[in-house]
């Protein structure tokens, strides 16, 4: 199938302002927006900067916006984007290093910020060995497990875009992760890090993160969950 | 770029879906009951201070501009209301809401309601329009 390609271009002290540059390109419907860009690579334009490593949704380098809507580009097929008009920037909110790059440092700071590890100082379990947790405690949290770090939801957030000093989704996320992990202890110092005025009260429950998300996390519901153990104290609900 | 363009940018270009419309027609329509605020305060206090600026201020009010205007305020504090509402609903008290489908359904109900209310108290006030300035319906 034949489609109408825009890539936005950009790079910074070359002179150049941002543009698009617009081809018209034979692909397989089945194609993924990933194969479409390094087509346009080996083709058309060797300059053309993304990231991307892995190429199967696992890395989470690739995040752009793809019509509109943030999206991993090898995960999404031509086809499913039905129109043949097919227009890529990068993701909004963060600066543009080049082309589809972007400076994701702002973002890793906040991520940082909620201290995204295990924190337990308390002695070992008697023999030793590993704190053990139940099947339920552990689903507890599982749906924040799986953030790949790709900055979708974060950059396809109004708050985010306004105010760069909002941790974001993808922080709240990773904080949530900890939060309700049984085996933790630093809950109520991450709830206190999420009840500023750069915390959790920024989010407007817009849901555009949770329909960005590649990993369909319900970073909404996370987000809310997170608000209401501030609220009341408490973490089970 | 400034984060005021990428914010307006993003608030027209991307394609966020019924959480996105909502959000933006609750700014609006809070902007606009705060400028009827703001100028509903002025002219009230005129009354006070330049008395006959007052009664030429409500033969403003009467015109047919400024009557579209009000038909535009009222969806402006009902959808605010109602919404504001549902934000509030959702966030605090209906955890089963936090889902994707039932976020974009609780956002056409919104509409919803909102029209319910506004239409009859727009039809009244397009009503008087029509019969004070025009002079339909017997006026
Ligand atoms: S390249 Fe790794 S997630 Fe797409």
């Known amino acids: 199938m034949q489609i109408n390609l825009k890539i936005f271009r950009y790079l910074p002290d070359s002179g150049n302002k941002p543009h698009y540059d617009k081809y018209v390109m034979e692909v397989n419907p089945t194609d993924r927006v990933l194969d479409v860009l390094e087509q346009v690579r080996a083709d058309n334009d060797p300059s053309l900067a993304y990231r991307r490593s892995c190429a199967h949704g696992v890395c989470g380098s690739d995040a752009m916006q793809i019509n509109g809507h943030n999206a991993l580009a090898c995960k999404v097929l031509v086809k499913d984007l039905d129109s043949t008009d097919i227009t890529i920037e990068p993701l909004r909110g963060l600066n543009v290093l080049r082309d589809l790059i972007v400076d994701m440092e702002p973002f890793f700071d906040h991520f940082r910020s909620v201290q995204p590890y295990f924190i337990n100082d308390s002695e070992l379990p008697a023999d030793g060995k590993e704190r ?40 709240i996320v990773n904080a949530h992760r900890f939060i309700y992990d049984s085996r933790d202890t630093a809950a109520t110092e991450r709830l206190e890090i999420m009840n500023e005025a750069t915390g959790v009260w920024r989010c407007r429950t817009i849901f555009n993160c949770t329909e960005a998300c590649p990993r369909d996390i319900k970073i909404t519901k996370a987000i809310a969950e997170v608000k209401k153990a501030i609220i009341t104290g408490k973490l089970e609900n | 770029m ?138």
Request: hydrophobic share 45%; proline share 4%.
């Open chain 1, 132 to 171: 053990l947790q139940s099947p339920t405690e552990r689903e507890r949290f599982d749906d924040t497990t799986k953030c790949i770090l790709c900055a979708a939801c974060t950059s396809s957030c109004p708050s985010f875009w306004a105010d760069g000093k909002y941790v974001g989704p993808a922080a």
């Open chain 2, 2 to 139: 400034s984060s005021f363009k990428t914010t307006m940018i993003g608030y027209v270009g991307y394609r966020g879906r019924e959480g996105q419309i909502s959000f933006l027609l609750h700014r609006i329509t809070g902007l606009g009951t705060a400028l009827f605020l703001t100028i509903h305060i002025l002219d009230t206090s005129l009354v006070y201070f330049f008395p006959q600026l007052y009664s030429h201020a409500i033969d403003v009010y009467r015109t047919t501009a400024f009557g579209i205007g009000e038909i535009a305020l009222v969806f402006s504090v009902l959808f605010h209301g109602v919404n504001g509402l549902r934000v509030a609903y959702v966030d605090l008290i209906a955890p089963k809401l936090w889902t994707i489908p039932k976020s974009r359904s609780s956002v056409r109900w919104t509409l919803a309601v909102t029209l319910i209310l506004w239409l009859p108290a727009a039809g009244i006030m397009l009503y008087n329009i029509l019969r004070h300035n025009y002079g339909l319906f017997g006026g």
